[in-house]
């Protein structure tokens, strides 16, 4: 049986809910950047996936490139602080990592950033969160994902290389230190038969 396979049957069972945050990790970058991750922190990712899929109000995104108007290879849904999330699992989800990292990150987690991956053409380039604290201070990025996994790509932007981490069925990863202005982050295009999946990204104001 795929690995895939038996994340979702075995999810399938779960209700929708979050674990403790004690067993995540630090994995220390260089450069002052670090991960920390957990995998499986969501549970019930699946039945997550299917109402995110059938609820979220998603858009597609056009951007220039090379003197033409292309389109954003995956949807999107932007929460602004105001607005009240699509799940109130993503609510106590931002509520706990503002609980858990506020002595080290010394602000909340305010906004979310959905994106539907919705098979393996859809993607992100190379790129850091480098609008807002991002560009000058160190700041955090929290990624939960739900679906099919997906490797996100991290390098150095010294060059150097890359490290990757499948993420999906529930799993959170948390980019900080410097990880925003001293490396970048990638969801690279696979020619895999993958299917889809959603990341939800927790910013602090501004940070985008
Ligand atoms: O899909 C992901 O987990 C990463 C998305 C990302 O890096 C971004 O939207 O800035
Ligand atoms: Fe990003």
């Known amino acids: 049986m795929s690995t895939e396979l038996q994340g979702s049957l075995f999810d399938t069972a779960a209700e929708i809910g979050l674990r403790p945050l004690d067993g995540i990790e630090r994995t220390t970058l260089g450069d002052g950047a670090w991960i920390d991750v957990l995998p499986g922190w969501l549970t019930g990712a699946s039945e997550l996936f299917d109402r995110l899929v059938h609820e979220v ?12 108007i292309v389109d954003v290879p995956r949807l999107l849904c932007f929460y602004e ?17 503002t609980a858990y990292y506020r002595d080290e990150l010394g602000e909340p987690f305010r906004t979310a ?11 992100v380039a ?12 160190d700041t955090m ?3 939960v994902s739900v679906g099919a996994p997906r ?24 980019m900080g230190g ?23 990204q927790f910013r602090p104001r501004g940070v985008r």
């Open 81 to 97: 602080e105001s607005q009240p999330l699509p799940h109130p699992v993503l609510t106590e989800a931002r509520r706990r990592l």
């Open 151 to 174: 490797t996100l790509a991290l390098r150095p932007r010294g060059g150097g290389e890359s490290v990757k981490r499948p993420l999906g069925h529930g799993d959170l990863i948390v």
């Open 141 to 143: 990025v929290a990624i």
């Open 113 to 123: 950033g959905l994106c539907y991956y919705r098979d393996g053409r859809d993607s």
């Open 57 to 68: 109000p998603w858009y597609g995104e056009q951007r220039w490139m090379y003197e033409r």
């Open 178 to 200: 410097s990880c925003q202005r001293t490396w970048e982050h990638a969801i690279p295009k696979t020619g895999k038969a993958v299917g889809p999946r959603i990341s939800i």
């Open 126 to 137: 190379w790129h850091g969160d480098t609008i807002g604290r991002g560009s000058t201070e």
